[in-house]
């Protein structure tokens, strides 16, 4: 891999990249007993959660039976049922408040699941030997898909839209040589990143893994990128890509982006063997990605620090090349990432600390070195009038205590202290999620409730 910044970003990363692996993540409603595949943010702004499980929930009172999908609405799962158990999930999207789910059925030729609000209905986008629907985007108002094609010029990928009830193709049925993993729209123009390098019958590898259509026809964005794409995101007029990170040989861009005016790529993590441990065998990829108040995280399958100190499937990245750090230790591979409430952090996966699912507020993140982290203790939760909170040791009696809806916004609210204890008046509240925190600059607590 080309380096085209000094060494010197070695150190810098090399402190970076301990700071965040305490960041303080809780199983999102008590988790999922299997993997989770995807992640969607919905319109109404509840969460789609989509994988390999048949459960959420970890006890009893809150096990809720919600075979491979299931709707997160702040307080508790919501199954929606009747998913086929031979559907295998790669991605999801909203339009018109129909979602659907794209990937391969072992059972049929389905590769799109729509569900209309009661019921899942299968459908066919690509068809041929190998179906699959790798990725789903709207823009427009329209539905794109990314899915595999096989036929008499070789297999490869290819990208469809939805005209009413009929896919029709994109950029006159061209197939890239190998599979389009993401879509998006930047700059005008429709792009795609994944694993192609070329046309499906060409040699000449001229569209390497991220492509934008012009026209009809594809065509390499800046110089392409040298190693599979697997998201992008644009933010702040520029367009990033995150993908392949290390093999046990080679290293590869993991994070780029690219501008507008720009003929060439930035390379993001130039010195990304320096922070980035290569597996003893396989590939390590970043997979999906959100930015929320300038800085981007990152989800994936990588070991991420120096030394000791070193986290599992989470990243962020603070702005300029190589300022990457671990942001916590998901125990196992990242599959999605999600923001919900403005601030609140969802990654899945796979991982048996976290059930699977989980999520941080982002609020209460971030904090400087130094500070001590804890979390509330507080009964009863849900709550219905009063809840009784109970600050941690060590915490000034009376160390600020704020209650933030589920938008990140301050409310104001009774309350009445009795040394480390606080009674909280919520009966003017609206049935929810609330989070709860509190600090004197040297320490800082946190915590949240479900209003019934």
């Not at 000094?6 to 809780?26: G, H």
């Not at 408040?97 to 391969?104: A, F, Q």
């Not at 792009?191 to 040699?203: A, I, Y």
């Not at 009966?427 to 609330?434: C, D, I, K, N, V």
Request: contains cysteine.
């Amino acid at each position: 891999m080309q380096r085209i910044l000094p060494t010197c970003f070695a150190f810098i990363a090399s402190l970076l990249v301990q700071a965040q692996l305490d960041v303080p993540w809780t199983p999102l409603g008590g988790g999922m007993d299997q993997q989770v595949q995807t992640l969607l943010r919905l319109s109404n702004g509840d969460l789609l959660v989509a994988g390999q499980f048949n459960f959420a929930g970890n006890s009893v009172d809150n096990l809720v039976l919600c075979r491979r999908v299931a709707r997160w609405d702040g307080m508790a799962y919501n199954a929606m049922p009747g998913f086929p158990e031979e559907f295998d999930i790669y991605c999801a999207a909203e339009l018109n408040d129909t979602i659907y789910v794209g990937g391969r059925s072992t059972g049929s030729y389905h590769e799109l699941m729509k569900w209309d609000g009661s019921t899942w209905t299968g459908g066919t986008v690509f068809g041929g030997m190998l179906p699959g629907v790798l990725a789903l985007f709207v823009h427009g108002g329209v539905l794109h898909a990314s899915g595999r094609i096989s036929g008499v010029a070789g297999n490869g990928s290819a990208v469809q839209r939805m005209n009413g009830a009929v896919w029709e193709s994109v950029g006159q049925g061209q197939v890239l040589n190998a599979e389009i993993l993401c879509l998006g729209y930047y700059n005008g123009y429709l792009v795609c990143g994944g694993s192609f390098t070329g046309r499906v019958q060409s040699t000449a590898n001229d569209i390497r893994r991220v492509a934008y259509l012009e026209g009809d026809t594809w065509r390499q964005l800046g110089d392409g990128l040298d190693g599979a794409v697997h998201d992008l995101l644009v933010y702040d007029n520029a367009l990033y890509a995150t993908g392949d990170m290390r093999s046990p040989t080679d290293s590869y861009f993991g994070l780029a982006r690219i501008t507008s005016e720009a003929t060439t790529w930035e390379q993001l993590m130039p010195n990304i063997e320096d922070y980035v441990r290569a597996p003893v065998s396989g590939m390590m990829a970043g997979q999906s990605m959100v930015e929320h108040n300038g800085e981007i995280y990152i989800g994936g399958e990588f070991l991420i620090g120096t030394g000791s100190s070193v986290g599992r499937g989470l990243a962020v990245f603070h702005g300029a090349p190589d300022e990457v750090e671990a942001f916590g230790h998901f125990a196992g591979p990242v599959q999605a990432v999600a923001l919900i409430n403005d601030h609140e952090l969802v990654v899945g996966g796979t991982s048996n600390t976290y059930r699977h699912i989980a999520s941080t507020n982002l609020l209460t993140t971030g904090i400087a070195d130094g500070v001590v982290r804890s979390s509330f203790s507080l009964a009863p939760n849900p709550v219905s009038d009063v809840v009784t909170i109970y600050l941690p040791e060590g915490m000034p009696e009376n160390a600020p205590l704020r209650v933030l809806d589920m938008h990140g916004r301050a409310i104001g609210l009774p309350m009445e202290r009795n040394g480390m204890q606080v009674r909280l008046d919520t009966r003017s509240l609206a049935t929810g999620l609330y989070h709860l925190e509190a600090g004197d600059g040297g320490s800082i607590a946190t915590g949240r409730f479900v209003k019934e």
